[in-house]
C-alpha cells in the first residue's frame, strides 16, 4: 500500500530520515516506534505531504507520490494535538471534508451521524468543539478522517495525551476499528507496549533508520541488535564470540553459559562485520530447585540479590567465571520458596533462550 | 504608606489623561464663544452649526474614506507579511520585517516630507490617494504587530489538519485561518482606522485640495468663533471612538468566546 523506498531528508544540515526503505501491505496495523528524536513524526509527515523528500520514492496505493500535495493523498491524519477546530461544532468539525463532495445536507448528516456512532459519539453533533474531553477530542478527529474513506490512515501518537485507563481503552477500540474498516493504518509511538498490543508489524527507528521491521513477537524474540532488545522489555547482555558460521546458524561461545549454536541476527547487513553479543531475556531461564528437573542446559550461578515483586521474583547472579550481573525472573508459586543472597543455584536454559545481537549503535 | 502614593498618583495620572478630554462636551454645550469659566448657558448651537458646516461635512466624508481604505489596506498588508513571516523560514527575513516596522519608530514628519518629496519628484498630484499612501505606510507596522501574536497563537497543525482534509490553502486560509485570526483582524482594522482618523503631519503634507478632519480644524483655530463649533465636533468625534471601542470589544470578546478561549484581558 505504502512504498518508501531509500528516503532522505535533511532539516537543513540535520539528516533526519537516513535511507528509509519499507514496505507497508494494504490493511495492516503498521507501528512506527522509536525514542524521541528518531524520525517517527518526519517520516509520517513525509507520507502525508507536509513534508517534501530530499531524495528516494514514495509511492501510495502503486501511485507516484512526487510532487502530490498533502490535500491530493489519499491519507488522513490524527494530530498529536487532535487539531479539533474550535470554532465549529462536532458535526461541522465530522462533515469539514465532505464539501468537495457537495453531498445535500440530509446525506451529509446521516454520514456524520454515521461516522460519529462508529467512533462512540452519536449524538454529540451539535457540541461546541472546545467544550470536549481528550478523549471525545480523540474521537471526533478520528470520525473526521474516517469519514473520507482514506486509504491509508495516520496516526501520530494519538494516545499521549491521555491517562492510563483512558489510553488502554482507545487503544483496544482503535485496533477493533482498524480490523473492522480494514484500513491501512500507520501509528506513530514511543511507547513499546502500545506497539507490540496493537500492531500487525512494527518499525523500530533510531536516528532516522529504520533498525528493524518485523512482527511484535520477532521483535521480542529475534530482535536483531542489542539497542533493539533493550527498547523492548529486560535483555542481560553477554559477552559473544562467533567460533563459526554455517548455514546462517553460529556456533557462539557466551560469556559464562558456555558454546551454544544460535541463528545470525536478522537483517543484519552481511558485509561488515559487527561485533556481536548474546542476550538472553530474564524470564528465559529458571533457577532449578535441587535435582528435581532437567533442562538442556545447567550453568552454576551465585546468587548476589534477590528482589520479591509479588507475582515475580527478580534474582540477581554471577555465572561462574563471569563478573556480568544476570537477572533471572521465576514466577512465584505456592510450594517455591526464595533463594537467598549468597546461594549457589544451578541456572537451567535452552540454546533457543539466547539470541545473538549486532553490538552497534 | 506606599500605597497611598500609588493611590493618589493613579488618581493625578488619570485626571491628566481624561480631564482635558472632558472639557470637550462641557464647552461645546457652554453658550459662549469664548472658552473660560463660569460657563454661560446652554445651548445646542455649536451642534446646530456644524449641521450647516459644508467644508466640515465634506472634511469629515474625506477623512473617513481615508481612514477605511487605509485600515482595510493595511490590515490586508499586514496579513499577507504575518502569514509570510510566522509560517516560513526564508532568507533575508529578518531584515524584511525589520523594514517594515521601521517607520513605526519614523517622526512622521520625516516620512511626510520624503513622501512628498516622492510624490512631486514623480509628477504626482496631491490627493487623498496620497494620504492614503503614507497612512498605510504608519499603519502597516502596528497591524502586523498585532497580527504576529494571533498566527502565533494559531496552532499550525490545524492549518495542516485542513489540507490533509481536502481543502487548498485558500479554502483553508477561508475556512480555518481566517474565523480563528478574527480578533486580532478586528483590533487591526480598528487601530488602523484610528490612527488614519486623527493623523496630521502626513495628513497636511500630502492633502491636495480636499482637506482631512484634523487638517480643518487646525485651519479653523484661527478663527476664534468658530472654537466652540470645532469643541462640538471633538464632542461628536469623542462619542464616535467610544461605540467604536466598545463594538470592537465586544464583537472581538464574542469571536473569543466562540473560540472557548479565555481572554479576559483583551488586546487593548
Ligand atoms: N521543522 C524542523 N526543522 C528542523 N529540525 C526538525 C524539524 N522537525 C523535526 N526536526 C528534527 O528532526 C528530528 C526528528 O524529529 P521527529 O519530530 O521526527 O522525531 P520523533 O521521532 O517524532 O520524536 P518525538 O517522539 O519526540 O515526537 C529531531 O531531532 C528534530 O529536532
Ligand atoms: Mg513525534
Not at chain 1, 50 to 74: C, H, T, Y
Not at chain 1, 155 to 174: I, V
Request: aromatic residues 8%; charged residues 20%; hydrophobic residues 45%.
Amino acid at each position: 500500500m505504502i512504498k518508501l523506498t531509500n528516503i532522505q531528508k535533511y532539516y537543513g544540515s540535520y539528516h533526519a530520515l537516513r535511507d528509509v526503505s519499507c514496505h507497508i501491505r494494504e490493511g495492516e496495523f503498521f507501528s512506527l516506534l522509536g525514542p524521541s528524536g528518531s524520525g517517527k513524526t518526519t517520516l509520517l509527515r513525509t507520507i502525508a505531504g507536509f513534508e517534501g523528500i530530499d531524495s528516494g520514492d514514495l509511492m501510495i496505493g502503486g501511485q507516484p507520490m512526487k510532487g502530490v500535495p498533502a490535500n491530493k493523498r489519499p491519507t488522513n491524519m490524527v494530530f498529536q494535538s487532535y487539531a479539533i477546530f474550535p470554532h465549529m461544532s462536532v458535526a461541522q468539525n465530522v462533515a469539514y471534508g465532505l464539501r468537495a463532495q457537495r453531498l445535500s445536507k440530509a446525506e451529509t448528516a446521516s454520514m456524520v451521524s454515521e461516522a460519529l456512532a462508529k467512533v462512540g459519539l452519536a449524538g454529540y453533533g451539535a457540541r461546541a468543539a472546545h467544550a470536549l474531553s481528550g478523549g471525545q477530542r480523540q474521537r471526533v478527529a478520528l470520525a473526521r478522517a474516517l469519514i473520507l474513506k482514506p486509504k491509508v490512515l495516520l496516526l501520530d501518537e494519538p494516545m499521549s495525551a491521555l491517562d492510563r485507563k483512558l489510553r488502554e481503552e482507545m487503544q483496544s477500540e482503535l485496533r477493533h476499528l482498524q480490523r473492522n474498516l480494514g484500513i491501512t493504518f500507520v501509528l506513530v509511538t514511543h511507547d513499546q507496549e502500545e506497539a507490540l498490543t496493537m500492531s500487525d508489524r512494527v518499525a523500530v527507528m533510531f536516528e532516522g533508520q529504520i533498525a528493524q521491521l518485523d512482527t511484535p513477537q520477532a521483535l521480542y524474540k529475534q530482535p536483531a541488535s542489542k539497542r533493539v532488545a533493550e527498547f523492548f522489555g529486560a535483555m542481560n547482555i553477554l559477552r559473544a564470540d562467533i567460533v563459526d558460521v554455517k548455514d546462517g546458524v553460529a556456533t557462539t561461545r557466551i560469556e559464562g553459559l558456555g558454546t551454544a549454536d544460535l541463528p545470525m541476527p536478522r537483517q543484519a547487513d552481511a558485509g561488515t562485520a559487527p561485533p556481536y553479543c548474546a542476550g538472553v531475556r530474564p524470564e528465559l531461564m529458571t533457577i532449578l530447585d535441587d535435582g528435581a528437573q532437567s533442562y538442556e542446559r545447567e550453568t552454576a550461578a551465585t546468587v548476589t540479590d534477590v528482589e520479591y515483586r509479588g507475582e515475580l521474583t527478580y534474582y540477581d547472579v554471577k555465572f561462574q567465571g563471569s563478573d556480568t550481573p544476570v537477572v533471572v525472573s521465576m514466577r512465584n508459586t505456592s510450594n517455591r520458596t526464595l533463594k537467598t543472597v549468597g546461594q549457589q543455584v544451578r541456572i537451567g536454559w535452552e540454546s533457543a533462550s539466547a539470541v545473538l545481537l549486532v553490538d552497534r549503535s | 504608606m506606599s500605597k497611598r502614593i500609588l493611590t493618589i498618583f493613579m488618581i493625578v495620572f488619570v485626571l491628566f489623561l481624561y480631564a482635558p478630554t472632558l472639557l470637550l462636551p462641557i464647552f461645546a454645550f457652554n453658550d459662549s464663544s469664548i472658552i473660560a469659566f463660569p460657563l454661560s448657558g446652554f445651548t445646542l448651537d455649536w451642534f446646530k452649526s456644524l449641521a450647516a458646516a459644508v467644508e466640515l461635512r465634506k472634511a469629515a466624508v474625506t477623512s473617513l474614506t481615508i481612514a477605511v481604505t487605509s485600515a482595510v489596506i493595511a490590515t490586508i498588508l499586514a496579513l499577507l507579511a504575518t502569514s509570510a513571516t510566522v509560517r516560513y523560514r526564508f532568507p533575508g527575513k529578518g531584515a524584511m520585517i525589520g523594514t517594515i516596522m521601521l517607520p513605526m519608530f519614523l517622526p512622521e514628519i520625516i516620512i511626510g516630507v520624503s513622501l512628498l518629496t516622492v510624490v512631486l519628484l514623480a509628477g504626482l498630484e496631491l490627493s487623498i490617494y496620497t494620504i492614503i499612501m503614507g497612512h498605510v505606510l504608519i499603519c502597516t507596522p502596528f497591524c502586523i504587530a498585532i497580527l504576529r501574536s494571533s498566527f502565533q497563537q494559531l496552532d499550525p497543525s490545524l492549518e495542516e489538519a485542513s489540507l490533509d482534509l481536502g481543502e487548498s490553502r485558500l479554502t483553508t486560509f477561508r475556512r480555518v485561518t481566517l474565523p480563528l485570526i478574527m480578533p486580532g483582524v478586528i483590533s487591526s482594522l480598528l487601530i488602523a482606522f484610528t490612527i488614519s482618523l486623527d493623523e496630521f503631519v502626513i495628513a497636511f503634507f500630502l492633502s491636495g485640495t480636499k482637506p482631512t478632519l484634523p487638517v480643518y480644524i487646525w485651519s479653523q483655530l484661527r478663527f476664534p468663533q468658530r472654537i466652540p463649533s470645532v469643541m462640538a465636533l471633538g464632542t461628536l468625534l469623542l462619542l464616535l471612538s467610544i461605540i467604536l471601542l466598545t463594538l470592537s470589544e465586544l464583537l472581538r470578546r464574542r469571536s473569543a468566546r466562540r473560540l472557548g478561549k479565555d481572554m479576559a484581558g483583551g488586546a487593548w
